[in-house]
């Protein structure tokens, strides 16, 4: 019965106060983030042009959120919060501020992400990605089993 207790509450406080240690991982990977920025996230040629490292970036917290909910308007940066543009929130702008100019205008992800999906990923980018180098742990992290690519670390 005690045992019982102890895992019902270890679950309760799980779902409302924590979340996987791997949970920010799966939202830069749902959120196709690895797309532009590749798995290791020192960016590179894709698809899309040039994207910047997530490793080199001198963006805080407060930064790298703004970019993730709002994305750079006039790059092939996306935004990823359902409410960009609608307010002012994103750099004082509004999607009526780009009428008639489509080069410059937001682009919209392909898959939006919620807050708390938001928060678990700029997390993730901050403690395990900025300005920390590539590591054979990581990649097998990323690629969730061994990958020729993680033996060349």
């Not at 983030?33 to 590749?38: K, M, Y």
């Not at 290791?40 to 894709?46: Q, R």
């Not at 990923?121 to 054979?136: A, E, Q, R």
């Amino acid at each position: 019965m005690r045992y019982l207790l102890f895992f019902f509450i270890f679950i309760i406080s799980i779902k409302n106060f924590g979340q996987s240690p791997d949970y920010g991982l799966k939202v830069f990977k749902k959120a196709n983030c690895n797309s532009c920025h590749q798995w290791h996230g020192d960016g590179g040629g894709s698809y899309g042009g040039a994207a910047a490292s997530i490793r080199d970036t001198g963006l805080d917290k407060e930064g790298l959120k703004q970019i993730v909910e709002c994305g750079r308007p006039g790059t092939n940066m996306p935004y990823f919060s359902k409410q960009a543009y609608k307010d002012d929130r994103c750099f004082g702008l509004k999607f009526t501020d780009f009428e008639g100019d489509n080069k410059n205008r937001p682009l919209p992800a392909r898959q939006m992400l919620n807050e708390r999906q938001i928060k678990a990923l700029i997390n993730f980018i901050v403690d395990d990605i900025k300005g920390k180098p590539v590591t054979k742990d990581y990649c097998l992290r990323f690629f969730g089993k061994p990958s020729r690519v993680c033996e060349e670390l």
